[in-house]
């Protein structure tokens, strides 16, 4: 939250002046987009007689309803609670979008067919490749901070190439050289091998900076008082220093993971079978391109969004030991 | 070796780039004895102090602790960082676990004892630093003056034989100083040996065998608590005692 002011400002959304400039816009827009051949100029048809023949004014009439519709939607829900302000945007949002979808015509028993194998090979596919990658990304990138600060002048070298190496490739990239290039050297790899590697040096290099900086966030006096009970590097490194540095790093760490999610649909293209792949090989074969497309892009949305509540529940249980 | 002494330091000089902050300093503490440090801030004590367990590298002369001399050997130096306890002014507890665990954490990873009896020993020492109720609650959760009684039982569960204290009450409210310098003087009346950095003038007066006082980087006087405080024989001290015992 932002610190808000205590002086409390009148709501926006009931300022005169700004619905007035949102009634005005909206009427400009329906004005511009003839709305008359929608949903919403069908039922109409009591008041401005065919839709299709009304013209003119048929377009002000509708134009006129949606604008007083929707300034009276959002002075409404300018009077809610904040919890029921975003249950309310939420909703409207996502029905927005669902009838913008619906528009394209799409055949429904066609995705409920083809989503058991969706979920079953795809989304397998698409959490194993992203889970097993991002476990030896936070590997590396344990590695990868500490020898970034340990003032060892190999380590710091090596380690700043390899970041600077894979964060400067584009993931694309990295992943035709390991997966084409490597076999010219007589080094063949699987498809699924070579996207977790991809995935993992690349997100590794990411995840260094991540590590680098939780590492650092931590008091020196940690490092002093474990030293002087007598406690080794590797020690005060597992015990001390990483799990108080843990809530700096999962915030990101779970950005990244959801990031990894979607970027593992990269490997599609070397003929992983996860939801990326499915969506293009079963849409191709129908010529049904959206309705794989638009199935595949919810489920995706989906785990996101199950991801951040997962992150979400973790950043909890680690703000609980600061409690003052 | 010397069997009698704790601390022995020969001719020890000490730099910070090319700013020297320990200049040929000579020292030597007894088993069981008392020491107060005191001295203008920036003098070097924290420095010298640090030394003796290393958290600070010396440049020249030599450190002997309980026999060991402290050079580039890292075996030798985890022996010692072992049996020498510190305390620190910002208590440097460990936040993320239990009292408790901050107390057992030393000897069931450093010393390989079982996990009851490191809770016993821990129970022990948080008993003899009067906040055994509070062993499961975490270090946030506590007052300063009991963090810092919680950091002192810490360092007491790795059972050292020598104690350093690096101005424990300094970062307190005033109604706290006073338990942890009883948790102290306690200490000092079972025999630890111990060195003590600290202005608390009353305390040095109660405990101490000798008083130290130092200024940029060197030993100025030192004496018995008697004598120092009566009659100062340096300039430099009066001052010192002067602006300190002021208020
Ligand atoms: N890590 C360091 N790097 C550079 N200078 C330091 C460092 N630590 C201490 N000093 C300097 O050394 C001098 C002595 O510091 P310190 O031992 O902390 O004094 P005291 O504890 O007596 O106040 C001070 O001038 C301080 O600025
Ligand atoms: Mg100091």
């Known amino acids: ?254 950005n990244n993971f959801i990031s990894m999610l979607k970027d593992s649909s990269l490997v599609s293209i070397v003929g992983v079978w996860e939801l990326m792949f499915l969506a293009r090989s079963l849409g191709q074969a129908t010529f049904k391109h959206m309705e794989m497309l638009i199935a595949v892009a919810f489920i995706y949305w989906i785990l996101s969004v199950c991801m951040e509540f997962v992150q979400a529940r973790i950043e909890r249980h680690y703000a609980r030991s600061k409690i003052r | 070796m010397s069997g009698e002494n704790a601390i022995e330091v020969k001719n020890v000089s000490k730099w910070f780039g090319g700013f020297q902050v320990l200049h040929d300093v000579n020292l030597t503490v007894r088993k069981g004895e008392r020491i107060v440090v005191c001295g203008p801030s920036g003098s070097g004590k924290s420095t010298l102090i640090r030394c003796f367990n290393r958290l600070e590298a010396h440049q020249k002369g030599d450190i002997i602790i309980n026999g060991i001399s402290l050079h580039n050997r890292m075996r030798d130096i985890a022996e010692v960082r072992r049996n020498v306890g510190m305390v620190f002014q910002h208590f440097n507890l460990f936040p993320h676990i239990t009292v408790l665990m901050n107390c057992m954490a030393g000897p069931m990873w450093i010393k390989g004892v079982s996990k009851e009896e490191a809770r016993e020993r821990a129970m022990h020492y948080l008993e003899k630093v009067r906040i055994p109720e509070q062993a499961n609650k975490y270090p946030a959760q506590l007052s300063g003056g009991q963090q810092q009684r919680v950091a002192i039982a810490r360092s007491l569960s790795m059972q050292p034989t020598v104690m350093l204290f690096d101005e424990p009450t300094s970062a307190l409210d005033p109604e706290m100083v006073a338990e942890v310098l009883e948790t102290i003087t306690t200490l000092a009346h079972e025999g630890m040996t111990m060195v003590c950095v600290t202005h608390e003038m009353g305390f040095a007066r109660a405990v101490a065998d000798r008083v130290i006082f130092m200024d940029a980087g060197r030993i100025v006087e030192e004496g018995r608590p008697e004598d120092f405080f009566s009659n100062p024989r340096h300039e430099r001290t009066k001052l010192f005692l002067s602006q300190i015992l002021r208020h």
């Not at chain 1, 100029?41 to 134009?63: C, H, K, N, W």
């Open chain 1, 1 to 254: 939250m932002l610190y808000i002011d205590t002086v409390e400002s009148e709501v926006l959304v009931h300022k005169p002046w700004f619905v007035g400039i949102i009634f005005a816009l909206v009427l400009a827009l329906s004005l511009m987009f003839n709305l008359t051949d929608t949903t919403l100029g069908e039922l109409m048809r009591p008041v401005i007689g065919d839709p299709q023949a009304s013209g003119l004014y048929g377009r002000f009439a509708t134009g006129l309803v949606l604008a007083v519709l929707f300034c009276l939607n959002i002075v409404l829900i300018g009077f809610a609670q904040f919890k029921v302000q975003v249950a309310v945007v939420w909703v409207e949002l996502l029905s927005l979008f669902l009838a913008f979808f619906n528009a394209f015509d799409l055949s429904l028993p066609f995705i409920w067919e083809k989503l058991p194998i969706l979920l079953s090979q795809g989304l397998f596919t698409t959490i194993y490749v992203a889970a097993v990658s991002i476990f030896f990304a936070c590997i590396l990138a344990v590695f990868g901070a500490v020898a970034k600060l340990s003032g060892n002048g190999f380590a710091f070298a090596i380690s700043s190439f390899y970041t600077s190496f894979f964060r400067g490739l584009p993931l694309l990239m990295q992943l035709y050289l390991i997966y084409l290039g490597l076999p010219q050297l007589g080094i063949v790899l699987d498809a699924v091998p070579s996207g977790v590697l991809a995935l993992s040096l690349c997100y590794g290099a990411y995840m260094t900076e991540i590590f680098r900086a939780g590492i650092q966030s931590i008091d020196r006096g940690q490092w002093e008082a474990s030293r002087s009970m007598g406690f080794g590097f590797g020690l005060t490194m597992r015990k001390i220093i990483l799990p108080q540095a843990l809530p700096v790093i999962i915030p990101p760490t779970g």
